[in-house]
Structures are given as C-alpha cells and as structure tokens.
C-alpha cells in the first residue's frame, strides 16, 4: 500500500506546482501585454496628431501664397493693362521669398475678334511669332480652332525656360471640372493638377506639384466683369521638407494624395525608392484645400513594432520569467522534502510552502506602479500596496479587513456587480472599467483586473486585484477625439464625422428603404466680409450661422462645417417617395434661405448675406459617401452660376419640377 501511495503523492505535487506559477505568470503577461497595448495606442495618437499637424501646416502655407495674390489682384489700378514689367517685379519677389513657387503666369480674357491684335501683341513683346493654343487630352498643345473666348497665357516668370507656354489656354485641359473654369464660375482660387509644363524642374525629377488659379476682375463697375487669372505652380517637395525637416520628428516618413477623384493622384512622398516594401501606412487625416480632397499618410517600418516597447515593458517581462522560475524552484525543493516525510509533516510543510509562494508573489509584484488588493475568500482586504494608497487615497491600516466596496462610487449598478462576480466564479478572472471613489469624495476611472487565486484542491483562497486610474488618459482621448471629428470654430462635426454618418445613412437607406437630402450651403461673397472687417467678425458671423442652423433642424440631422464659409446638411427621411423627399427639401430650404437673409450682429454693426444651395439624395443606388458631397458641391456651383442667391438640384428629376413651378 505503501508503495502505491507515494507515486498518488507525487503527482499531486507535481500538479501544485502549477498553480501559483501560473497565477503569477498570467498577470505578469496581462500587464505585459496591457502596458504594450497602451504604448501603441499613444503612439497611434500621437502619430495621428503629427499627420494633422502636418497637413494643417501645408494648407496655412498654400493659403499664405493665395492671400499674396489675393492682396496684388485687388490693389491693382487698372489690372486689364498690368504692364510686363510690374508683373515681372512681383513675380520675381514672390518666388525670391517663396522657393516652392517654380512658376507664375498671368492670363487674359480675349474674345475671338481681339486674337488678332492679342497674337501680334504677344510677337512684340517677345520678338517671335506666338499663337494661341489649346491642350489635347494627352496635355500637347495645338493651334486654337475659332471661338467665342480664349483664356491664353501673357506673361510667366521666369520666362527664360517656359516660353513654350505663351499664348496657351488653360481652361482647354481635358477635365471633368477645369478648374480655370471653375475658379471663373464660383469667383474664388481653385486648385488643378499642373497643365503648364515645368520645364525648371530637372529632368526625370518626379512632377509633384498643384496649380492654382485665382481670378481677377475690374475695377470701377457694378458689376464683376472677369477680365484675367493669375497662376502658381506650387512644387511640394520645396514646400513640405523644409516643413518636415523643422518638424521635431524629422525622419517622418510620409505621402500626400489627391484624392478628390476616384482615381488618385500621388502629390508627395519621402519613401526610399529603394525599398518601399519596407514600410506600411500608419495613420491617415484628410483635409479639404480648397476644391481638393487631400489625404496625408504617415508610414512606419514593418519591423518598428519593437521599438515601441518600454524598458519598463521588458523588465516587467523578465521579472515575470525569472519569478516564476524561482517559484518553480521553490515548490520543487519544498515537495522533495514533504515527500520523505510523514503525512502530518507533509501536511505542515504545503501550508508553510503556500504561505513562502504568497510571500514571494507579494515581494515581486507590490512594487507595480498599479494599484494592488490581495482578499481573502469572503472577499476582506488582507493587504494592499503602496501605489493603492497612492490612487485612492486609504492607508493599509484604514481597509484591512474591510470590503474592497468602500471604494464604490455608486455609479454602477447592481447587475454590474452580478456580472462580474458571475465571470470571477465561472472564468476565474474579470477585466473591465470601473469607476470608483477617492477618501476625498472625488470620483475617479480605474481599469480594473481581478484574478481568482485557488489551493490544490481547488478551492478559492484569494482574490488578487490590480488597477490603474486611467481618468487623465480617458479625459485625453475624448479631447483627442473631439478635435478629430469636429470644428474648432463652430463645434459642429466636420467633414470626417459627416462622411460617416453619411455613410451609415447610405447603409441604412439600402437596408430599410429609406432616403435623405444632402444639402451644399456656401456663403455669397464671405471673403469680402473677411477683407473689409477682418477675421473676427467673419469669424463671428460663421458661429452665428451654425448656431441658427442647428435651430432650424430636427435633432436627427446632422449640421456640419467643412471649409471656410461651408457648411453641409445631412437629413434622414423616412420614405423614399418623390413628393414628399420634394416638399421637405424644399420646407428646408426656405428656412434657411428666410434666415440667411436676416441681418448678423457684431460690435454694434449689421452684416447682410445670401447663400446658394446645392441639393443631393441619397438612395437605394448611391454608390459612396465622397459621391454624394459631390453631387451636392456640384449642385452648388450651378447655383452660384445662376446668380447666387438661390439653389439647385443635382437630379434633374427634382430640378424639372422647381423650373415648372
């Protein structure tokens, strides 16, 4: 008999052995992998604010170019007979102060019985024979056929290596929205893929540039008459690497794309030609410029993943591998003994060898920066460690024998409880966010983990509690998240969060049969308020209108700010009938056109606006949220050709029925 009971003895320890390694394993792992999971975390966000940073930055740069535009079409006297010589002086001061400025040109507005006396204007000024052009869709230039109207260029600096470009008309480039033309129609700078060959780039040099045109009316009539443009042709390397490399994480890596169409365009990027496998896109923001939609891409290595681990991370790993080797060792050495002995003495020595494994978990983890509970079974506080009185406030001597309850700060309910003590009894272990109370009465959110402690029998002798107050990092997030989802003017969503909800409401409309009405909303003529007053009060005004438009509507629907003084509506309707999807659109819309026309009050001094609208639907059909912005935006700058004032349908089906009204 004898012999048969000591091999029994003998696996029973061999399975003890497990028990208490394993615990102390498991939260060291659990730590291990939280604290990487956190660092990741920070550094996404982090990454996703450099990208914004960035991108916010590039557009202040292209702004600050347009406004010295803006600032030399105005002042001019006479701009219908801008002289060579002056256009030459601010061109070359222009690109003296500004390196990313490779090209300027200035064009006219010629009607078809001035290409005469314009052609031979152009062989005088230049002492060789120029004609005007037009661009094929392959971007080669061609003897201009008859027509109405001719936008060529007159002058460009330098002149030296462009002269090719004399005499050629823009507004011909094969495209579904020339922006030449579109620049014309809404009256404000637009920006276009370079048409105009940039022959002061060396050759075989990747072409990552973007042309704006910024157009020019004269002086002295009631009216605007469009009389001329004036052009840049922006390189992007010269502007964004000497952001980057003045950026305090100068080895960023990054791309930027138009991706204002369904077929992209790469505008910049600093990969290694080399190797670019080597790297995968990390975070991404888009912004809209002006008429583009441009995404800024930040890349990391494949292999970075490494690197991002803390040396507190490893430490806390190699602690755990060495801590439970020395426990293995411990229990070996322990069960060796109690197996020589009598049942009594073996009896003794597991209690005395629990008792040193509770010793040891405690002599390696209570130095964890996270707060530490260590219970009995009927859940009374036998220890806790210093970074517990750190977080809550309670000395040791105030909550032994106490229930970990005093700390609750009557915020969740009594299911929650139930819950977890329904997952402590059946999966051995809870992880969750729990808010708690500090000895002071504030309140605070801790990431709570508790673990089930067992003896070799199998019943429960601890509860092991380790927490953290994560308040400050929850509080960060949602600043973190705010900014990324909304204006910082207005607080009204911006153009991420709407083309969110916009894509759920396109899920939601294809499931249940629903529809809803995009609408386009663009101040008339806002920056000549902007001009003349200055940013305040345009700033002002702007709240002001988001403020009136969020009265108007139903809380269902969503008021967004996307640009400037651009503003985008998004309401769902229950029903997919004409009639009805009609006679709201139209309810809408002669609110806000009846409030829009209301005077805005700033410091004492009324300011009188208009607005045009652009209208889109969605339905069971629409394909995207993108399209539908711009099918509205389309909507928008037909309006605004047609005066202003007013609004247009993108579906000629809805537009029918406004012009037979």
């Known amino acids: 008999m004898s012999l048969n009971k000591k091999p029994s003895l003998r696996s029973q320890f061999k399975q003890s052995n497990l028990i208490y390694p394993s615990v102390f394993f498991t939260l060291a792992l659990c730590l291990f992998f939280y604290s990487l999971h956190q660092q990741q975390e920070e550094i996404k966000q982090k990454s996703l604010a450099q990208a914004n940073d960035l991108i916010t930055h590039i557009d202040q740069k292209i702004q600050k170019h347009i406004t010295k535009v803006d600032f030399f079409t105005k002042n001019l006297t006479h701009p219908e007979s801008l002289s060579q010589s002056d256009f030459t002086q601010f061109a070359h001061n222009l690109e003296l102060s500004n390196p990313e400025i490779i090209n300027i040109a200035w064009g006219a507005l010629i009607m078809d019985a001035e290409r005469k006396n314009f052609e031979q204007e152009l062989q005088r000024l230049y002492a060789r024979e120029i004609k005007i052009t037009f661009l094929d869709g392959l971007s080669r230039q061609f003897n201009a056929p008859n027509t109405n109207e001719y936008l060529p260029i007159k002058y460009v600096y330098p002149l030296a290596r462009n002269q090719s470009v004399l005499g050629m008309d823009p507004s011909s480039e094969f495209a579904p929205l020339n922006a030449l033309h579109l620049a014309r129609s809404v009256e404000k700078t ?86 670019p496998n080597e790297f995968n896109a990390f975070v991404a923001t888009d912004r809209l410029v002006f008429n583009k939609v441009w995404s800024l891409q930040l890349y990391s290595k494949h292999s ?32 060796q003994r109690n197996i020589k002995n009598s049942v009594t003495i073996k009896s003794l020595e597991q209690q005395l060898a629990t008792s040193q494994t509770f010793a040891n978990l405690l002599s390696v983890t209570f130095e964890s920066h996270q707060g530490i509970i260590i219970t009995d079974a009927r859940a009374k506080i036998l220890r806790v460690n210093n970074a517990f009185t750190e977080v809550t406030g309670y000395a040791e001597h105030e909550v032994i024998g106490k229930n970990p309850n005093l700390l609750s700060s009557g915020r969740q309910s009594s299911e929650f409880y139930q819950m977890m003590w329904a997952e402590l009894l059946t999966k051995g272990r809870f992880e969750g966010e729990v808010w708690n109370r500090h000895k002071n009465g504030s309140i605070f959110l801790e990431q709570l983990n508790i673990t089930v402690v067992k003896n070799t029998e199998g019943d429960i002798i601890h509860y092991v509690s380790m927490f953290s107050d994560i308040t400050k990092r929850k509080r960060e997030e949602e ?48 920056n000549l308020i902007n001009a003349s007053s200055g940013y305040q009060h345009g700033d002002e005004i702007l709240i002001q209108y988001a403020n009136r438009l969020t009265q108007l509507l139903r809380q269902s629907d969503t008021v967004a700010r996307l640009d400037s003084d651009k503003f985008m509506l998004l309401l769902p309707v229950e029903t997919m009938k004409k009639e009805i999807l009609f006679a709201h659109a139209s309810s809408v819309i002669n609110k806000i ?41 389309s909507a928008l700058y037909k309006a605004k050709a047609n005066g202003k004032n007013g609004f247009c349908f993108y579906q000629d089906e809805f537009q029918a029925l406004v012009d037979s009204a």
Do not use: C
């Open 190 to 275: 637009m920006l276009n893929s370079p048409v105009i060959p940039v022959q002061t780039r060396e050759a075989g040099a990747d072409n990552w540039s973007v042309i704006s045109y910024t157009p020019v009316y004269k002086k002295n009539i009631t009216h605007k008459q469009f009389i001329a443009y004036l052009a840049l042709v922006i390189d992007f390397k010269n502007l964004i690497d000497p952001i980057i490399n003045g950026h305090k994480e100068a080895k960023l890596k990054i791309k930027l794309i138009d991706i204002t169409s369904e077929q992209s365009k790469l505008l910049y990027s600093n990969l290694p030609n080399t190797s």
């Open 304 to 335: 970075s993943l490494i690197h991002i681990i803390s040396l507190n991370s490893w430490v806390l790993l190699f602690v755990a591998l060495l801590g439970t080797l020395i426990i293995i060792r411990i229990q070996r050495l322990s069960n």
């Open 479 to 526: 600043k973190i998240k705010h900014l990324a989802f909304y204006d910082a003017l207005t607080l009204l969503p911006n153009r991420r969060l709407l083309l969110d909800r916009l894509e759920q409401s396109i899920k939601k409309v294809q499931r249940s049969k629903d529809s809803a009405i995009v609408l386009s909303i663009d101040l008339d003529d806002f």
């Open 593 to 633: 056109l009846l409030e829009s026309n209301k005077p805005f009050l700033f410091s004492d001094q009324n300011y009188d606006l208009t607005v045009s609208i652009g209208i889109s639907f969605v339905n069971e059909s629409s394909a995207n949220a993108v399209d539908i912005l711009r099918q509205a935006e």
